[in-house]
């Protein structure tokens, strides 16, 4: 009994782990990249095929599906059906020169504790991929949309 108990968490912790490091970097291979009505991120993106030729896809990836929130502190985090949107507002994309490319910043308000608004900030190239065209985190995959849309 005593085996499982310290078991199973370490198991969870690695499978977390492995997850949460083969997703990343989406804006080395996707263009027009922006963030549309605050929680969705658009973005046309490269399609590599076996055959070597390239295609691109538009697709919009719903954020509230990767990232969430921790109670305590007011941050953003990545995690599967966060839905962080509950809680954070005013948020804006930002696109930075250097290692952090897309930082993604909101207003968080936690539930615990007696605080104002905690100012969050993720890169989302920590979290989101391009996965044979299509953006994809932990928490979910983007929707393909026509590239006319607004």
Known sequence: MRFSTLFFPAVASLFVTAMASSYGN?????TDIKLVHTFFLRATCCNSSTDGVEAQSHNELILPMCIGMDQVSGYMKWEVYGKFSNFCKNCTML????????????????????????????????GISNNMGTLQCAGGKANMIDPNED
């Open 95 to 126: 696109e930075a020169a250097g290692g952090a490319k897309y930082l993604y910043t909101c207003a968080c308000t936690p539930l615990i504790g007696d605080r104002g608004p905690i100012w969050s900030t993720l890169n989302l190239d920590d």
């Open 26 to 30: 989406f804006s080395r291979t996707c």
